[in-house]
């Protein structure tokens, strides 16, 4: 009742109060009634395995017995090291070097950096970022420069960045997109291209196809640009393989990511780059050193639950799991296919997604607090973007708590309809 917490994305005069969760399990968030919820949104896309998988657990335990935070210039650490070789290893071809920080946004901003430290420090700089519209990258100063302006940053807009906004690559118009790229790259300057590979997650569960995004790393390419992917969301099975860009065929020159790194246990980032964005960093002349560190940057804890997540996923059948998720998602969003109260019923790997069918869409629509509190009822943690429906759950998720989250999909629409919603 009488909390002075102020929470995220919050709208303290209008929300219920806060549901105290005291203990997490599997894909489900457990409240101090002893009620538990499913958590079909990953608890904001982070959990990829389900919550507190004994293994993660188990390497954070042991990493607490020797390590807290260690300053990462001058000295490094085994989680760390070991880290980063395996991330290379998982990676798309051609990343070369890793460089860690400790949340989506802020290794967004570590991207864009490097990307403009080495142009800049070619002696050839360049300052234009392109983006696609409706893209999301973060929270912080740079990275809502980078995203799609809105209600979110209204308040802020005059202090961001402008950068070059293509169109979406909506299915059909996608050469408009490619078109769009391809100017901006000839009128010069472009230093690169942000892009959420596949699907854009806050922006709406926006799928495009591959070839948008291969075809776009061929033009970048061309012009002398740098592809920068923001896999944070993306990352870790979602999209159906480890990384989107996998399926693109694309290795782009610096990827992001964060919230699946460590299957969700705690907060690490990291930012991959080419050995050539090293190399232009690397010089006897100082002035060339990447100038960039957050105090808990690389922390060994949160390192060793990300080395454990790797091993996780050699050593359990996580792309089996991922693809059967896949399958089961399908059979569940079959129903509303050819269901009018529905509009772009999709799915990309582990993610589906649904607009419900209203008079006023975008993200204040009325209809999304109705909805999460329709849900929230029947024990479901699923926040509509707007009237946009989807489902993110971690792999680890079973048929029966999917089915218990499509029927309510199915009644709320039905409510709604009926005007009780
Ligand atoms: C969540 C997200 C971010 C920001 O990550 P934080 O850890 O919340 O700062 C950046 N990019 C994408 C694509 C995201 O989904």
């Given at each position: 009742?009488?909390?002075p917490?102020?929470h995220?994305?919050?709208q303290h005069?209008l929300?219920p109060a806060?549901?105290?969760i005291?203990?997490?399990d599997?894909?489900?968030l457990?409240?101090?009634?002893?009620a538990?919820?499913?958590?079909?949104i990953?608890?904001?896309w982070?959990?990829?395995?389900?919550?507190?998988?004994?293994?993660i657990?188990a390497?954070?335990?042991?990493?607490c017995?020797r390590?807290d935070?260690?300053?990462?210039?001058?000295y490094?650490?085994e989680p760390?090291?070991?880290?980063a070789?395996g991330?290379l290893r998982?990676?798309?071809?051609?990343?070369a070097?890793?460089?860690?920080?400790?949340s989506?946004s802020?290794?967004v901003?570590v991207?864009?950096k490097?990307?403009?430290?080495?142009?800049?420090?070619?002696g050839?700089?360049?300052?234009?970022i392109?983006?696609?519209e409706?893209s999301?990258?973060?929270?912080?100063i740079?990275?809502?420069?980078a995203?799609?302006?809105?209600v979110?940053n209204?308040?802020?807009?005059?202090?961001?960045?402008g950068?070059d906004?293509l169109p979406?690559?909506?299915a059909g118009?996608?050469?408009d997109?490619?078109?769009a790229?391809?100017?901006?790259c000839?009128?010069?300057?472009?230093a690169?291209?942000?892009?959420e590979?596949?699907?854009?997650?806050?922006?709406?569960m926006l799928i495009y196809?591959?070839?948008v995004?291969s075809?776009?790393k061929?033009i970048?390419?061309r012009?002398?640009?740098?592809?920068?992917?923001?896999e944070?969301?993306?990352?870790w099975?979602r999209t159906g393989s480890?990384f989107a860009?996998?399926?693109?065929?694309?290795?782009?020159?610096i990827?992001?990511?964060?919230?699946?790194l460590t299957g969700g246990a705690?907060?690490?980032?990291?930012?991959?780059c080419?050995?050539e964005?090293?190399?232009a960093?690397?010089s006897?002349d100082?002035?060339k050193?990447f100038?960039?560190?957050?105090?808990?940057?690389?922390?060994?804890i949160a390192c060793?639950a990300?080395?454990?997540?790797?091993a996780?996923?050699?050593?359990?059948?996580v792309?089996?799991r991922?693809?059967?998720?896949g399958?089961?998602?399908k059979r569940?969003?079959?129903r509303?296919?050819a269901?009018?109260r529905?509009r772009?019923?999709?799915?990309?790997?582990?993610?589906?997604a649904?607009?419900l069918?209203v008079?006023?869409?975008g993200?204040?629509a009325?209809?999304?607090p109705?909805l999460?509190a329709?849900?929230?009822?029947?024990q479901l943690?699923i926040?509509?973007?707007g009237?946009?429906i989807?489902?993110m759950?971690?792999?680890?998720?079973t048929?029966a708590?999917?089915?218990c989250?499509?029927?309510?999909m199915d009644?709320?629409?039905?409510?709604f309809m009926a005007?009780?919603l």
């Amino acid at each position: 009742m009488n909390s002075p917490v102020w929470h995220p994305f919050t709208q303290h005069a209008l929300e219920p109060a806060m549901r105290r969760i005291v203990e997490t399990d599997g894909a489900c968030l457990i409240d101090d009634g002893g009620a538990r919820i499913f958590d079909a949104i990953s608890s904001w896309w982070v959990i990829t395995h389900g919550h507190r998988h004994p293994a993660i657990i188990a390497a954070i335990q042991a990493a607490c017995d020797r390590y807290d935070q260690i300053i990462f210039a001058e000295y490094t650490h085994e989680p760390a090291e070991e880290l980063a070789h395996g991330l290379l290893r998982i990676a798309p071809p051609g990343l070369a070097h890793v460089f860690y920080s400790d949340s989506g946004s802020t290794c967004v901003e570590v991207a864009l950096k490097m990307a403009l430290g080495f142009f800049h420090n070619c002696g050839t700089p360049r300052q234009r970022i392109c983006v696609l519209e409706h893209s999301y990258h973060g929270d912080t100063i740079g990275t809502m420069s980078a995203g799609e302006r809105g209600v979110f940053n209204a308040a802020y807009e005059p202090m961001l960045f402008g950068v070059d906004r293509l169109p979406f690559p909506q299915a059909g118009h996608e050469q408009d997109t490619l078109d769009a790229f391809e100017r901006f790259c000839a009128s010069g300057d472009v230093a690169a291209l942000l892009i959420e590979p596949l699907i854009l997650g806050a922006g709406g569960m926006l799928i495009y196809s591959q070839q948008v995004l291969s075809e776009l790393k061929r033009i970048a390419e061309r012009y002398g640009s740098l592809l920068i992917a923001d896999e944070v969301m993306t990352g870790w099975g979602r999209t159906g393989s480890v990384f989107a860009c996998e399926q693109a065929g694309v290795s782009p020159d610096i990827l992001c990511t964060s919230k699946g790194l460590t299957g969700g246990a705690l907060p690490l980032a990291a930012t991959l780059c080419t050995a050539e964005i090293f190399q232009a960093h690397l010089s006897s002349d100082r002035r060339k050193t990447f100038f960039h560190s957050s105090s808990y940057t690389a922390n060994p804890i949160a390192c060793a639950a990300a080395v454990a997540n790797l091993a996780v996923w050699e050593n359990e059948p996580v792309r089996e799991r991922i693809r059967e998720l896949g399958s089961m998602q399908k059979r569940r969003l079959a129903r509303f296919q050819a269901d009018p109260r529905f509009r772009n019923v999709r799915q990309i790997g582990t993610i589906t997604a649904l607009d419900l069918t209203v008079p006023g869409a975008g993200y204040l629509a009325d209809v999304g607090p109705k909805l999460r509190a329709f849900f929230r009822e029947r024990q479901l943690l699923i926040r509509p973007l707007g009237n946009i429906i989807y489902m993110m759950p971690p792999y680890c998720v079973t048929a029966a708590e999917l089915d218990c989250a499509y029927d309510a999909m199915d009644d709320a629409a039905a409510c709604f309809m009926a005007g009780r919603l």
